[in-house]
């Protein structure tokens, strides 16, 4: 097997060159990191303990942030807040450019994306297919509440339930990303996100489970406990 390449650095230095920020913007989105995503520091170097950060990660946060800014700008048209949309379409009245952009907020973000508020199952018993529908005033609320500069305003959507997920129960009950991220200790479903999809909770690159609605990944108690245990340990 090919050895895996180290991953490019830059310091804060290069992220003012590259994205032209000041050095205060800089230590600001990294102070705040918990409410606007951008990446945790993978090292430091120099007398001056300098942080490094892995390079595409930072891109790609820049490059989320640009479709962040234009996705406020949008103004999406005229529909009854009752109409039902698909993942195709809903991606179309939110303004993104790509159509199979809310399946991937589905796929990689669980919890970014508001549930569905319809499942059809369609096809056949050999070859089932599920197709997903939100209602236009669903679309309409989280599109004002999503995550952009600093903190989600809807707090029932971005609280986590800690009080609601034990740590001594069921251990085979299935849990979803909002409770696992309780569990785990993370203060909001964004970052146990970005947390999981950089590879840094690979116990639960395992799925347990889907739930009938929606697809949305679950694990066990167990398994995100184990998680939890592993990452006290580092």
Do not use: C
């Not at 303004?95 to 096809?123: A, C, M, N, W």
């Not at 669903?138 to 903190?151: E, F, I, N, S, V």
């Not at 069921?170 to 203060?187: I, M, N, R, V």
Request: no cysteine.
């Amino acid at each position: 097997m090919a050895a895996q390449s180290a991953p490019r650095l830059i310091d804060a230095a290069g992220i003012r060159a590259e994205h032209g920020l000041s050095p205060q913007s800089i230590s600001r989105l990294y102070v705040e990191r918990e409410a606007n995503g951008f990446p945790e520091a993978v090292g430091q170097r120099g007398r001056g303990r300098a942080r490094l950060w892995n390079k595409d990660e930072v891109d790609q946060w820049f490059a989320e942030r640009k479709v962040s800014n234009r996705f406020e700008d949008h103004r999406p048209p005229t529909h009854d807040p009752n109409e039902l949309l698909n993942a195709a379409q809903a991606s179309r009245f939110l303004g993104y450019k790509s159509s199979k952009q809310v399946t991937t907020y589905i796929r990689e973000h669980p919890g970014y994306f508001p549930e569905p508020d319809v499942v059809e199952e369609l096809g056949t018993f050999e070859r089932p297919y599920r197709r997903q529908l939100w209602r236009v005033q669903t679309l309409l609320d989280w599109m004002a509440t999503r995550p952009g500069r600093g903190k989600r305003s809807d707090a029932k959507r971005s609280a986590l339930p800690s009080s609601d997920v034990p740590v001594d129960g069921d251990p085979d009950e299935l849990l979803g990303a909002s409770q696992a991220a309780a569990l785990l200790g993370f203060k909001s479903i964004n970052t146990f996100s970005s947390s999981l999809a950089q590879g840094n909770l690979p116990l639960l690159n395992t799925v347990d489970a889907h739930s009938e609605k929606g697809g949305y990944r679950r694990w066990t108690r167990r398994r995100i406990l184990e998680q939890a245990a592993q990452r006290k340990t580092k």
